[in-house]
């Protein structure tokens, strides 16, 4: 429905029972009111209406089979239906939920939802309209402005409105039912399946949502429609859409001709304009094109089908949209991108097989000779393996396409499990190899996923406690890093069990179990256990040769003891374990750069933000030379280097610095993650220093917001974040409401 023109006053004072108070708008077919309950339960509704003088058969059949369809329906995602009636004029009339809230596009545009974001939200109107399928009832109008979001409980809830031209089937909604009328399709062009489009209009299924559903997918993706009745006009591309003539482009070709405008479609989804193109070519063009099928029998079946294709590309897994050629597709990709590949596959390899190799070192210090003879038979096969499926087969062909790191782990996970599917010792060792690497790269949700196979392959072949705790403590430190802290203190306690049954006090894994419980307690605000676990694991390290461990040890213990303000044995901490991997790694490694980032946050929280700055400044050269503009540790130094600025009084410098910082850290951390409470209150303090306080308010909601959820009532942090949003409510005006925020979230010392 269309916003009512400027001017509008003729209201009826009451329909029903309801008080009109404005109108929301108006349509082909009636009017919205936002209006007041007049009895006992007071709360504002939407009211429709079939608008005045267009009270024939056929409209007032339409309105009646929607308002009957709607009573139908009891989801989250559809706006609900209140009471239905006749006004004193004798229209009628129902009331349902009032929803107040953007167009799905809108508010993704707005948010600058990820692509990631964007298909979750999606798959949660898929999920509303197999509700409505299941109780007979097709849409046959879904277009962004009829789904709206709305926000419940800090989540995004996305509801679809307006029923106003559904079918139903099977099941009779009124005695008057009309569908259409003859030589009159129903509903927006743009968005209209080819069988609606048909002058009848009469054989249409539910499968006519699921072309909708990839008009408004491929939209959310890159910004457009696939196709609209603009130059050739609405009778020709009816006809044309109707005859199955519309030649759809794929969504990564239409993204390619954007021209100048692809660079706004990337930054309004928090990416690039060459991440894009890589996200939307492969199984997004395959679901979206599988829905935009003209022949409605090679669509998906439901809409439920659709949403389970966008979780499997989600979690990395094979989608079905993809015909059954893909092995054979893959090979001859790999074959025209050689070189790109063979770069890639060297830094993987490399990754890969030391992380196997320093995993079977750690088992053999502890096993007999058989069983170590067996752990190394094992790790050659998986080393010939990944050797195996990232070998190029000639040197004969190169050209064109970048292949990432990311690429060839996901297409290793992918060939994996389909030639490794019967042998479960060799797969657990494979998927546990490619976790770990996903982790490295800072993809904490892929690795996640990859790690859980792992365990379950580790699980199904019996392996050995050993193996499988180095599987949960994996899983725990990804979870951990992600912020999916309870499932993470799960995985570490399995793992401490496991290590139990056969008690070796001395073992490297058992310090890799008591530091990994230790950062998950620093996360949850606990910082006396967490200095404690840290001091096991440390005790630990010090009985064997591994210096490196002990080095990420140290500096774990430096920075628990950084929390509780004791500054000297933080940098005495630090300190030693920069000169561990100073001598074990060279100046310029990435470990090297953690320590030297958290020796600068040591000086900074003393104020010492000269001498912090240099530090701040040779990590991220380190980071920019090692990982991946997106990986979660560019976004921390960002954070850093951004706090320093802006202490230093270069508020533009820190602006797009925290900005970055925290496009990263939420697209690739769980969204109640106390890192980004981090950034948001760091971006806001910049905002209200320039006295930009109407843009730096929200910023300070969200981190106190995620502070009070994540961190124990009392927490320093959460105080933090209350203490400078009270210096803006009082810069604004607000001394009354600044003095209750500070007194209801005081730091208990």
Request: charged share 25%; with cysteine.
């Amino acid at each position: 429905m269309s916003s009512p023109a400027d001017g509008a006053t003729d209201l009826p004072e009451l329909i029903g029972p309801y008080r009109v108070i404005r109108i929301l708008g108006e349509g082909g077919m009636g009017t919205v009111y936002e209006a007041a309950e007049t009895g006992p339960v007071r709360r504002n509704v939407a009211v429709k209406v079939v608008r005045a003088g267009f009270g024939s058969r056929e409209v007032r059949a339409r309105f009646e089979a929607e308002r009957q369809a709607l009573a139908l329906m009891d989801h989250a995602g559809i706006a609900k239906v209140l009471q239905a009636g006749e006004t004193a004029n004798g229209d009628p009339f129902f009331a349902m939920e009032l929803v107040k809230g953007p167009p799905i596009n809108d508010f993704c545009d707005s948010r600058r939802l990820s692509t990631n974001d964007r298909l979750a939200l999606f798959i949660s109107v898929c999920q509303a309209v197999q509700h409505a399928h299941q109780k007979g009832v097709i849409h046959r109008d879904l277009k962004p402005t009829n789904i709206l979001v709305t926000e419940q409980d800090g989540k995004p809830q996305p509801k679809i409105i307006d029923f106003g031209i559904a079918k139903a089937l099977g099941l009779k909604l009124s005695d008057n039912t009309m569908v259409t009328m003859v030589g009159t399709p129903i509903g927006t062009a743009a968005y209209m399946s080819p069988e609606q489009a048909e002058s009848s209009g009469i054989d249409v299924d539910t499968r006519t949502d699921i072309y909708s559903l990839g008009v408004i997918l491929y939209q959310l993706l890159i910004g457009s429609v696939p196709n609209e009745p603009t130059a050739e006009g609405m009778p020709v591309f009816i006809y044309r859409l109707a005859s199955g003539y519309v030649d759809t482009p794929r969504p990564s070709v239409r993204f390619a001709g954007l021209g100048d405008y692809q660079a706004g479609v990337a930054d309004a989804r928090r990416t690039t304009v060459e991440h894009l193109k890589r996200d939307l070519s492969g199984d997004l063009d395959w679901i979206v094109m599988k829905s935009l099928e003209a022949n409605r029998s090679r669509r998906y079946e439901t809409a439920s089908a659709l949403a389970a294709d966008i979780n499997r590309f989600l979690n990395h897994e094979p989608v079905t949209a993809r015909p059954p050629t893909t092995p054979y597709r893959l090979k001859k990709f790999i074959r025209r991108n050689r070189t790109a590949v063979a770069a890639a596959t060297f830094v993987v390899l490399a990754l890969a097989v030391s992380a196997v190799l320093a995993t079977a070192g750690m088992i053999r210090a502890v096993r007999a000779e058989r069983v170590a003879a067996q752990e190394a038979a094992a790790t050659r096969q998986v080393s010939n393996f990944l050797v195996g499926l990232f070998r190029i087969p000639d040197a004969g062909e190169a050209a064109g396409s970048r292949v990432t790191a990311r690429d060839l782990l996901d297409r290793g996970v992918n060939t994996s499990q389909a030639e490794l599917a019967h042998q479960p010792q060799l797969l657990g060792r494979m998927m546990n190899t490619i976790g770990d690497a996903y982790y490295a790269l800072g993809l904490y949700a892929p690795a996640i996923t990859t790690l859980e196979r792992a365990l379950t392959a580790k699980e199904r072949s019996a392996a050995s406690d050993s193996s499988v705790a180095a599987t949960e403590i994996a899983l725990g430190d990804a979870m951990a890093r992600h912020g999916d802290l309870k499932p993470s203190e799960q995985h570490y306690s399995r793992a401490i069990a496991l290590s139990n049954r056969a008690p070796k006090p001395n073992d490297p894994l058992v310090a890799r179990e008591l530091a990994g419980l230790a950062v998950l307690r620093w996360q949850q605000g606990q910082k006396a256990e967490a200095e404690s676990l840290y001091k096991s694991a440390i005790a630990i390290d010090g009985k064997n040769p591994d210096e490196l461990l002990l080095a990420r040890h140290l500096i774990g213990l430096g920075v628990v003891y950084w929390a509780q303000k004791r500054y000297p044995e933080a940098e005495a901490q630090l300190q030693r374990a920069l000169d561990i991997q100073q001598k074990k790694l060279g100046p310029d490694h990435p470990d090297v750069a953690t320590v030297t980032n958290n020796l600068g946050a040591l000086l900074w929280s003393q104020g010492r933000f000269d001498e912090a700055l240099p530090l701040y400044e040779r990590t991220l050269k380190i980071y920019n030379l090692t990982y991946d503009p997106s990986h979660p540790n560019i976004a921390a130094i960002s954070n850093n280097l951004a706090e320093t600025y802006w202490k230093l009084g270069r508020y533009k410098e820190a602006e797009p610095l925290f900005r970055r910082a925290l496009a990263i850290k939420e697209a690739k951390l769980a969204s109640g993650h106390p890192s980004i409470a981090v950034t948001l209150n760091g971006l806001a303090g910049v905002l209200r220093d320039e006295k930009r306080f109407a843009e730096a308010e929200p910023f300070y909601q969200r981190a106190l917001a995620i502070r009070r959820k994540a961190l124990p009532a009392g927490d320093a942090d959460i105080a933090e974040t209350a203490n400078d949003y009270a210096t803006l409510l009082r810069a604004t005006g607000r001394s009354q409401l600044a003095v209750t925020l500070v007194s209801e979230n005081k730091a208990v010392h």
